[in-house]
């Protein structure tokens, strides 16, 4: 079946960097663009970019930008989600969706919860 | 602050029909589809509405959308107890060049 698996819960010192990985299977990896999307606790959901993994071409979010990256490896068909500089700030849980324009974010992963701590 | 302005909460009966407002501008919702999600404590946002008033395959069709000028509303008619979420309402922003999501709505089914 059509499904996004992501990676395990991660703890970051503040300053560091985190890694979040999303896989995806039962469907053609390069029809879809892959989102992030992060949700701090008790908090709405917060949409932080794109990336064609058909192109490679992204787009972030304006307050992300110089500090996220987003990738792909069409070979494993997992997209990934960079993020540098932590802060108390970025602890939330960070989901990769896919998209096809017009019909929404039909397929999400099951969330990475990353918490940045001393 | 999000860019999509929805009610904070929500409640209803079953036998009642309850609305959930999001409220945007000209260069979201105006020119742009509105997509609906449902979340559940702990688990993935759900597809519930895209396109304004399509529902996925599988979303009961007391879960209704629609939209009109620069605001798009989710009708829930005869809200279940299983209905009891986090709705959130997202769309697509030409001046932000991003996607935008409302700060979401919890649905309490009295």
């Known amino acids: 079946q059509v499904q996004l698996v992501q990676s395990g819960a991660d703890v970051k010192k503040p300053g560091a960097s985190v890694r979040v990985s999303c896989e995806a299977s039962?469907?053609?990896?390069?029809?879809?663009?892959i989102h992030w999307v992060r949700q701090a606790p008790g908090q709405g959901l917060e949409w932080m970019g794109w990336?064609?993994?058909?192109?490679?071409?992204?787009n972030y979010a304006q307050r992300f930008k110089g500090r996220v990256t987003m990738t792909s490896d069409t070979s494993i068909t997992t997209a990934y989600l960079d993020l540098s500089s932590l802060t108390y700030a970025d602890t939330a849980v960070y989901y990769c969706?896919?998209?096809?324009?017009?019909?929404?974010?039909?397929?999400w992963g099951q969330g990475t919860t990353v918490t940045v701590s001393s | 602050q999000s860019v999509l302005t929805q009610p904070p909460s929500a409640s209803g009966t079953p036998g009642q029909r309850v609305t959930i407002s999001c409220s945007g501008s000209?260069?979201?919702?105006?020119?742009?589809?509105v997509n609906w999600y449902q979340q559940f404590p702990g688990m993935a946002p759900k597809l519930l509405i895209y396109?304004?008033?399509q529902r996925p395959s599988g979303v009961p069709d007391r879960f209704s959308g629609s939209k009109s000028g620069t605001s798009a509303s989710l009708a829930i008619s005869g809200p279940q107890s299983e209905d009891e979420a986090d709705y959130y309402c997202?769309?697509?922003?030409?001046?932000?060049?991003?996607?935008?999501f409302g700060g979401g709505t919890k649905l309490t089914v009295l």
């Open positions: 997202e769309s697509w922003d030409d001046t932000l060049n991003g996607r935008v």
């Open positions: 396109g304004n008033n």
């Open positions: 969706a896919r998209l096809l324009p017009l019909y929404g974010m039909d397929v």
């Open positions: 990336i064609s993994p058909h192109t490679g071409a992204t």
């Open positions: 000209n260069s979201n919702i105006g020119h742009n589809n």
């Open positions: 039962g469907y053609t990896f390069t029809g879809f663009y």
